[in-house]
């Protein structure tokens, strides 16, 4: 339903949802809790640019290593490394901050996480602690098949030397770049998203919509194999000539507004979380279990689900999420992976995929 419809409200199971035009504002006072978190992460996004920033003095770009005589060159360190650090040491633990000062120490997902790990909340950490030790990344070189070694950079400039084509962003002020880029970044990952929706690529980008309840580690459950944000994401910001610098600021806010999405905060933050950033309430929707009613709310930025016509409105906080397949859940997530990598191929050769 486009955001031109009228305000009424539509009936998920046994879940309401309230869908409109004027995308009615739920009632949520501003509270003392609320304040705590603008403030939390205002400073950590002023402490996120002095730590980048000072990384950035100390690391090369760039590094060339001589193994068994041959000279292998590593692009991208600092986006690569410094992303990496400071979503462990600053971004993770101001989200768990965030999350604990708005919903409590009983409600949050860093006492769920330390006393009562659920299964999965469980593949959370799995995939998280994997994520940080590289084996996911390498998982899935293998299973992209060579598609994930595809650098970027190395296609812009193989483009620029064919056709002389490049987008220099150097006269642009560092504070313009990195709003910008974010803002392209947001476009291209909402199409990325919507795409892996299609049935040929859902099996892929299912492992992460089965997750039977939020935690802010949930953001980062991804299958290793899933690869159309390569396409879609990395090289055309690399066309757009994007600076690993300005990206490195770029990424670091994606992965802060991914965890907060995913947080189990249950405000609707506003006029901000219908425009401007996706609160985790309305990123719930995007999570729904039911298929009564189309998918929505793809993009962490709403302008782009409200231009393009799949902006859903606010759902009840408590609304069911997961998906109907059966997952194990758990520590052990090698098996679900490799179910849901053989569920792809299977797709590629006519099987449809279940949700």
């Known amino acids: 339903m486009s955001a031109g419809d009228g305000a009424h409200t539509a ?9 409109g035009a004027a995308d009615a504002p739920v009632a949520t006072a501003f509270s003392l809790r609320s304040l705590t978190s603008i403030v939390l992460f205002g400073t950590g996004i002023l402490l996120t640019a002095g730590l980048a920033f000072g990384l950035m003095q100390l690391l090369p770009d760039q590094l060339s290593l001589h193994l068994l005589g041959h000279t292998v060159t590593v692009r991208s360190v600092q986006e690569r490394l410094i992303s990496r650090i400071v979503v462990v040491l600053l971004i993770l633990p101001l989200a768990l901050m965030i999350e604990f000062a708005v919903v409590g120490w009983s409600k949050s997902s860093i006492r769920d996480l330390l006393a009562s790990r659920s299964p999965t909340m469980k ?7 994997l994520g940080q030790t590289q084996l996911l990344d390498l998982a899935g070189r293998v299973m992209m098949l060579g598609l994930g070694l595809i650098s970027a950079i190395w296609v812009r400039d193989r483009i620029h030397d064919l056709t002389g084509f490049a987008v220099d962003p150097a ?15 947001s476009f291209f990952d909402y199409w990325t998203h919507r795409i892996s929706h299609m049935p040929l690529i859902w099996p892929l980008h299912r492992y992460h919509h089965s997750a039977a309840e939020f935690c802010t580690l949930t953001s980062d459950r991804q299958h290793p194999a899933s690869f159309v944000g390569l396409f879609l994401i990395n090289i055309p910001l690399a ?10 600021y770029v990424v670091t806010l994606v992965n802060a507004f991914g965890y907060l999405e995913h947080s189990k905060m249950t405000s609707d933050w506003g006029l901000i979380g219908r425009w401007i950033i996706q609160s985790p309430r309305h990123h719930r929707l995007h999570h ?32 069911a999420i997961g998906v109907s397949r059966p997952y194990r859940h758990g520590y052990w997530v090698i098996a679900d992976l490799l179910r849901d990598y053989a569920d792809f191929f299977r797709g590629l050769f ?3 995929a279940e949700l």
């Open 171 to 185: 006269a642009l002020p560092f504070l313009v770049q990195v709003p910008l880029y974010f803002l392209v970044y």
């Open 288 to 319: 729904k279990l039911s298929m009564d009613e189309p998918t929505g709310h793809y993009s962490m930025v709403p302008l782009w689900d409200r231009l393009f016509g799949t902006w859903r409105g606010t759902p009840a906080p408590d609304l």
């Open 239 to 248: 066309l757009l000539g994007a600076p690993p610098v300005v990206m490195v």
């Open 123 to 129: 593949t959370d950490l799995a995939i998280f602690a």
């Open 350 to 352: 006519g099987r449809p």
């Open 11 to 19: 009936t998920l199971g046994a879940q309401s949802i309230d869908v």
